[in-house]
């Protein structure tokens, strides 16, 4: 799960297994939450959002938990590929409104799928 | 569709020197970003902006100055470079409508400031 520090939680699965990746949120006020996958030397790409009035969503291969008495978020990702390996990030919005441009990142989890 | 278009994509600067980070969206979208990322960190918010004509900072703003002339164009301005500001930089666009929200960023500009 995110920590703080300079090194990047790790996580190593096997080709095929289910993968899960924690994160911690601070701001009991935040109210929209998303995973975002970043491949090294590219841009974070959007994976799936939540909503503060929902617990689960589900996409395709990936399901993202809300657990809002802990203030604690995962990132489910099914039959996990070698094209999964990445840094993923969760981020917030605690501007409590509508302003979803405005995002607080955790500092990511390094996934590595092994064949 | 080219969605967030980020020039240049690398950058050297001496100390003290100024420059532009351009970003344009082609998607029409009212909410851009500006965000740093360092080295083992998460991105870091700097500006961003609802719409055009309306700007606001971010977590770590000192030192960058953004405008929003148009819909399409977010510019980052370093006005005097300073080593602290190496990092890479990542615009960002979203848009929010009912349940559906979209955030795409771009590729980033590698900065070195020497």
């Known amino acids: 799960g995110e920590s703080v520090g300079l090194h990047l939680p790790t996580l190593s699965v096997q080709e095929g297994d289910n993968s899960i990746i924690n994160c911690a949120y601070s701001?009991?006020?935040?109210?929209?939450f998303i995973w975002y996958k970043q491949e090294s030397g590219k841009g974070p790409q959007f994976i799936i959002d939540?909503?503060?009035?929902?617990d689960k969503r589900q996409g395709q291969r990936v399901t993202v938990l809300l657990n809002k008495t802990v203030k604690h978020l995962s990132l489910q990702i099914a039959a996990t590929q070698p094209g999964d390996s990445a840094v993923y990030f969760c981020a917030e919005n605690r501007a409590g409104g509508t302003s979803y441009g405005k995002l607080t990142f955790g500092q990511g989890t390094i996934l590595t799928v092994h064949p | 569709n080219a969605g967030v278009t980020q020039t240049p994509k690398f950058q050297v600067l001496k100390t003290g020197q100024s420059m532009t980070l351009q970003c344009a969206q082609d998607?029409?979208?009212?909410?851009m970003s500006w965000y740093r990322q360092d080295p083992g960190m998460g991105l870091r918010l700097i500006h961003y902006s609802v719409g055009a004509g309306i700007t606001d900072q971010g977590e770590v703003p000192n030192g960058y100055n953004v405008s929003r002339s148009t819909t399409e164009d977010f510019p980052l301005r370093l006005l005097s470079a300073a080593p602290s500001q190496t990092s890479v930089y990542f615009c960002?666009?979203?848009?929010?409508?009912?349940?559906?929200?979209?955030?795409?960023f771009g590729q980033g500009t590698r900065l070195t400031v020497v």
């Open positions: 998607m029409n979208h009212e909410y």
């Open positions: 701001n009991s006020a935040s109210d929209y």
């Open positions: 960002a666009s979203s848009y929010s409508q009912g349940m559906n929200t979209e955030a795409f």
């Open positions: 939540i909503r503060s009035n929902m």
